[in-house]
């Protein structure tokens, strides 16, 4: 015959120490600090897949309004010929509300001829920096 015994169980305060939960914060801080980065770095391709939209967007335009006129606006007429009526211009429709800003908030920049194909127009963002001719910029003709 078996004769039970009580058991004799050491009663542990259940919890965390606080070393436990300033450890289990730093985790935590850490990670999100790595995913506010990551975020960071999405939004400024997204800047970047919004600029080629906008170079498709704005190119669209410019063969509608080489239809309509005969050929691409000058340099000197630039964007604007999308937006209000350049003098001398035959056939023209308003193409445009306003003239198109980068994701940065700046104009975008045209030059008729292009740099690199000499038939065709370039479409110019400045870039995150808004400064003209730096490493940043990004040309229609370099897609």
């Given amino acids: 015959m078996k004769i ?65 006129a005969g050929s691409y606006p000058t340099t000197a007429q630039g964007l604007k010929a999308l937006v209000t009526k350049p003098a001398g211009a035959r056939k023209w429709v308003q193409l445009s509300k306003a003239e198109p800003l980068d994701p940065w908030g700046n104009d975008y920049g045209y030059v008729f001829p292009g740099k690199k194909d000499k038939s065709e127009y370039e479409l110019i963002s400045k870039g995150p920096d808004g400064q003209l001719n730096t490493e940043d910029d990004l040309s229609s003709q370099d897609e």
Avoid at 17 to 28: A, D, Q, R, S
């Fill in 4 to 68: 039970n015994r009580p058991s004799t169980h050491i009663r542990r305060n259940s919890g965390f120490t606080l070393l436990e939960i300033v450890i289990v914060l730093g985790i935590i801080a850490v990670l999100m600090g790595g995913s506010i980065a990551l975020v960071g770095k999405i939004k400024d391709g997204a800047k970047l897949q919004r600029v080629g939209g906008d170079f498709n967007a704005i190119g669209s335009a410019l063969m509608t309004y080489k239809i309509n």
